[in-house]
């Protein structure tokens, strides 16, 4: 059982790492079997968050409105904070697949081995009815009155994997070795120059905020956000 990890989760407008963004990364950096450090931060998606995504996470469309830059705190987590430490996550490949898509937006490489404590809770605990992390924290009586706010989960990952670790590592040691995680994001062209213009005209003639990471945006990415503002708020008069 690996003593030194980063245990991450993520809160995100949908379950698609195609159309979907993050708006919450949590995490713990455990070393020798201590937490050493956080790291919690929201982060502005260019979509407003719908009331389903509030409901289940508690997070607003005005709790992330002072959020910092999406590349800023996306480089300061995998740059600074991951570094090259095996990752820890409860179905670690959902939160994987979007990190790794804003890795490749951003040019990080984010190769990375993994353990998945849903992994080995399906394996070691077929008698349960619900392997979530919500019912596990109850079996092992993991308190965590924050759920679905990514650090607090991060943290109960943590000690799930700590339980799992004391109780089964023993009977299934090959359950706990790191893996290497895998992902290839659909490689995704630039945002062109015309769709920049219009984003930035419509914006203007709406009078909404132009996305901050506009200029990083992929063509993908620009559309979506033109055509939710045109269902929203209807096309500019002048076309």
């Given at each position: 059982m690996i003593k030194t990890y980063v245990a991450f989760d993520l809160e995100t407008t949908g379950l698609s790492e195609e159309r979907d963004s993050i708006i919450e990364i949590g995490a713990v950096k455990v070393t020798d079997g201590k937490v050493t450090d956080r790291?919690?931060?929201f982060l502005k998606p260019a979509e407003e968050i719908s009331?389903?995504?509030?409901?289940?996470?508690?997070?607003?469309n005005e709790m992330v409105t002072?959020?910092?830059n999406t590349k800023e705190v996306i480089d300061d987590f995998m740059g600074v904070f991951v570094g090259e430490e095996v990752l820890l996550g409860h179905n670690i490949l959902f939160d994987y697949k979007f990190m790794k898509r804003y890795a490749c937006k951003y040019q990080h490489s984010f190769e990375r081995r993994g353990i998945d404590t849903l992994k080995i809770a399906r394996k070691v605990h077929k008698d349960?009815?619900?392997r979530s992390l919500e019912a596990l924290c109850a079996h092992y009586q993991i308190k965590n009155d924050a759920a679905h706010w990514a650090y607090h989960d991060a943290?109960?990952?943590a000690k799930l994997y700590h339980c799992l670790g004391h109780y089964f590592e023993e009977k299934e040691p090959n359950l706990f070795v790191p893996e290497l995680l895998f992902y290839q994001p659909r490689k995704e062209q630039p945002?062109?120059?015309k769709q920049k213009r219009y984003l930035e005209k419509l914006c203007g003639w709406h009078r909404i905020a132009v996305p901050?990471?506009?200029e990083a945006m992929t063509r993908s990415e620009a559309s979506r956000f033109i055509d939710r503002v045109i269902a929203k708020s209807g096309r500019m008069d002048l076309e």
């Amino acid at each position: 059982m690996i003593k030194t990890y980063v245990a991450f989760d993520l809160e995100t407008t949908g379950l698609s790492e195609e159309r979907d963004s993050i708006i919450e990364i949590g995490a713990v950096k455990v070393t020798d079997g201590k937490v050493t450090d956080r790291f919690m931060e929201f982060l502005k998606p260019a979509e407003e968050i719908s009331p389903m995504i509030t409901q289940i996470t508690g997070i607003t469309n005005e709790m992330v409105t002072h959020a910092r830059n999406t590349k800023e705190v996306i480089d300061d987590f995998m740059g600074v904070f991951v570094g090259e430490e095996v990752l820890l996550g409860h179905n670690i490949l959902f939160d994987y697949k979007f990190m790794k898509r804003y890795a490749c937006k951003y040019q990080h490489s984010f190769e990375r081995r993994g353990i998945d404590t849903l992994k080995i809770a399906r394996k070691v605990h077929k008698d349960l009815e619900s392997r979530s992390l919500e019912a596990l924290c109850a079996h092992y009586q993991i308190k965590n009155d924050a759920a679905h706010w990514a650090y607090h989960d991060a943290l109960a990952t943590a000690k799930l994997y700590h339980c799992l670790g004391h109780y089964f590592e023993e009977k299934e040691p090959n359950l706990f070795v790191p893996e290497l995680l895998f992902y290839q994001p659909r490689k995704e062209q630039p945002a062109t120059e015309k769709q920049k213009r219009y984003l930035e005209k419509l914006c203007g003639w709406h009078r909404i905020a132009v996305p901050e990471d506009l200029e990083a945006m992929t063509r993908s990415e620009a559309s979506r956000f033109i055509d939710r503002v045109i269902a929203k708020s209807g096309r500019m008069d002048l076309e």
